[in-house]
């Protein structure tokens, strides 16, 4: 008797210690979300040779333990796309400094891959697959230009707003905010909890005229520049798992570098909308037929990197696909020169300045 129970202890323990495994090498009960990378930044990683991911979404995402990021190159083929996007849960657009309305090559193919992506989202949806996408700030513009048919009119352009702000107009029976406690409704009226760091946004006026956008999404709130320019914060839409937000809820719980709330309210406001991505993922039928696939394309196998000169705390750098179909030497243009972002004027101007520096 007492041999069988010693037996039946020891079952027990080795069940819960392989349970403990597969949760710590990423098992099927984590969802699995797909970043799209961007063209790099920065010139010690030349984007001819580099894509980028900010930190702060990866933790942002897996922060909870309900979920695993995994990258998709922004200069993916097709067939790649097709390959990745039939395992994933979900796909994340973040935010960054792609002018995906630039006639050039690597925004083109940027902006090419998006539209794939939110098509191949649709069918999915259409065929009872269940495929959700958000989009913070870039990810929330693009989204936007895509389903306006690539219409610039419907974007500000030169905001130049880094700032707190509330928001108001919230569509408290819209999916996105149906389920958000009261007093983080109230507070993301009240309280300033929503970091926006945005050159251009969405017009409500403009939006409302275009009938793609006005018949397919749902303006689920609206936030205003300290000038008092009106612009759309958040959306969905009407018959799709698609989100964007136009503020940075990643900033507030994970870029000390910014000068966001981090007030108990304003953060549980930001754990809010990825807890809400994470459980439309888990809708997802999708899955990996390989555990240790997972484990390879794992976002934080890579390892991150700190430059002192970025408004990012830390940054991964991946290296490019290397698709034929683009020249990588065709970014910046003339026009683009003058509405590069002005991080990039700093770091170049810093660099010029040490090169000065050097040559003396």
């Known amino acids: 008797m007492r041999q069988d129970t010693f037996q039946i202890f020891l079952v027990v323990c080795l069940m819960l210690i392989a349970s403990y495994e597969c949760k710590r090498m990423g098992s099927s009960d984590k969802v699995v979300i797909g970043i799209l990378t961007l063209p790099s930044s920065y010139s010690d990683y030349p984007y001819q040779k580099y894509s980028q991911i900010v930190r702060a979404y990866v933790q942002n995402i897996q922060d909870s ?3 695993i990021a995994v990258p998709i190159n922004w200069d993916s083929t097709e067939e790649e796309l097709d390959d990745i996007l039939s395992k994933v849960n979900g796909v994340f657009f973040t935010g960054g400094g792609v002018q995906f309305m630039e006639e050039n090559s690597v925004e083109q193919y940027y902006l090419k891959t998006v539209t794939y992506i939110i098509e191949k989202s649709k069918s999915f949806n259409d065929e009872d697959n269940y495929f959700p996408i958000w989009g913070t700030c870039l990810g929330f513009q693009v989204i936007n230009y895509v ?17 707190n702000h509330n928001l108001y107009d919230i569509d408290v029976e819209s999916r996105l905010f149906k389920n958000m406690p009261k007093d983080l409704i109230n507070w993301l009226q009240e309280g300033s909890p929503a970091f926006f760091s945005h050159e251009d946004g969405i017009v409500k006026s403009k939006a409302d005229e275009n009938e793609n956008l006005s018949e397919n999404v749902v303006f689920t709130s609206l936030s205003k520049t300290d000038d008092g320019e009106e612009f759309i914060a958040s959306i969905e839409f009407q018959d799709y798992p698609i989100y964007a937000v136009q ?3 990643e900033k507030n719980l994970f870029e000390p570098k910014v000068d966001a709330n981090r007030d108990e309210l304003s953060l549980n406001v930001c754990r809010y909308f990825i807890e809400f991505f994470i459980k439309e993922c888990q809708k997802n039928k999708n899955q990996f037929e390989n555990k240790e696939e997972i484990k390879q394309l794992r976002v934080d196998n890579f390892q991150w990197v700190e430059i ?3 408004h990012y705390s830390s940054l991964y750098f991946l290296e490019n696909a290397n698709n034929p179909d683009i020249d990588y030497d065709d970014r910046y243009g003339p026009r683009h020169y003058f509405i590069q972002n002005k991080q990039n004027r700093k770091i170049k101007t810093q660099q010029r300045a040490i090169r000065q520096n050097n040559i003396q």
């Open 247 to 249: 503020f940075h809820p």
């Open 147 to 163: 389903t306006a048919g690539n219409d610039l009119s419907i974007m500000i352009r030169k905001l130049g707003d880094t700032a």
């Open 308 to 310: 002192e000169q970025s």
């Open 65 to 67: 333990g309900k979920a």
